[in-house]
């Protein structure tokens, strides 16, 4: 009996072992090897959670500054310091009342349940403090753009996405439409 009971057994740890392997890919999938912030996929799943719970949640976006000029003049690690330095940045910020995650590129973005209780002045401040890196001080600074989803006729994540951008690229001094320049 004790034999019939392990051999049973057996296919259901192999299962259990297969289900956890998955588990922890699909997370992995959701994060961003470098930051260790949501993708985009993961973060969205968040955001919309977020909206629907606090009626007084906020989208933000930001975009480092002059990021492309950092890259070619101290090399691509000072540059993944940078991101890597953002992402620490924005996460302690959102504390426990937000989500940050990593869009792709240079591009970061957030959501946090009351941006009326938040800082932004100091989310600001943290993100142009310079960066000690290889012995260098490396200026960083960032454009943010925020959106309170109360401000939206129809509180939709897509909505407050678009309504970040605008506000973020007007922070920047230019639209989208306007002559890109090195980021």
Not at 74 to 84: F, M, P, S, T, Y
């Amino acid at each position: 009996m004790d034999l019939h009971i392990a051999a049973s057994i057996v296919p259901l740890l192999g299962w259990a072992v297969h289900g956890g392997i998955l588990t922890h890919r699909l997370a992995s999938a959701r994060r961003d090897p470098l930051t260790g912030l949501h993708t985009r996929a993961g973060w969205t799943a968040r955001a919309e959670h977020s909206i629907r719970r606090h009626p007084h949640a906020a989208v933000l976006l930001v975009d480092l500054d002059h990021f492309k000029a950092l890259n070619d003049t101290h090399g691509h690690a000072a540059g993944d310091a940078a991101l890597i330095a953002t992402a620490r940045r924005l996460r302690s910020w959102c504390g426990h009342h937000g989500t940050a995650g990593r869009l792709g590129g240079d591009e970061f973005v957030a959501v946090v349940q009351d941006l009326n209780a938040a800082d932004l002045d100091a989310l600001t401040a943290a993100l142009h403090r310079p960066l000690a890196y290889a012995g260098k001080s490396l200026p960083l600074a960032a454009s943010v753009g925020a959106c309170h989803l109360a401000e939206l006729p129809l509180p939709t994540l897509t909505d407050a996405l678009a309504a970040a951008d605008a506000a973020m690229y007007a922070a920047k001094g230019r639209t989208r439409r306007g002559p890109r320049t090195s980021r």
